[in-house]
């Protein structure tokens, strides 16, 4: 099994910055692709930022171009999202989640990742 855990969560005020980590444990695949989503309150999940671990290809939502940035430290087996310019619509849970590499898609949907985080709260005030 793999375990996620992010940390890194808070409250902010609009256009504030925090950074989130997710560290991986347990069983790891040779190569997997660590995705960050995010749920608000009566939304559904959506995707946010993801980079394969050993190739570095970066995936983004359209919504945080130029605001977030994905990256790892395979060292460290830890992945973090920066998160600058916040807006309050960035409002909600942030889950880190892992999926097995399965070659050139784009990993954009919550349905390829297989492990999941419990999820941070990230609360952007106006």
């Known amino acids: 099994q793999v375990q996620l855990e992010e940390s890194g969560g808070g409250l902010v005020q609009a256009g504030g910055s925090l950074r989130l980590s997710c560290a991986v444990s347990g069983r790891t695949f040779s190569n997997y692709v660590m995705g960050w989503f995010r749920q608000a309150p009566g939304k559904e999940r959506e995707f946010v930022a993801a980079?394969?671990?050993?190739?570095?290809?970066?995936y983004y939502a359209d919504s945080v171009k130029g605001r977030f940035t994905i990256s790892r430290d395979r060292a460290k087996n830890t992945v973090h999202l920066e998160m600058n310019s916040l807006k309050p619509e960035d409002t909600a849970v942030y889950y880190c989640?892992?999926?097995?590499?399965?070659?050139?898609?784009?990993?954009?949907?919550?349905?390829?990742?297989?492990?999941w985080g419990q999820g941070t709260q990230v609360t952007v005030s106006s």
């Open positions: 989640a892992a999926s097995p590499f399965r070659g050139s898609v784009a990993y954009v949907s919550a349905a390829l990742y297989n492990y």
């Open positions: 980079i394969t671990w050993f190739g570095g290809t970066i």
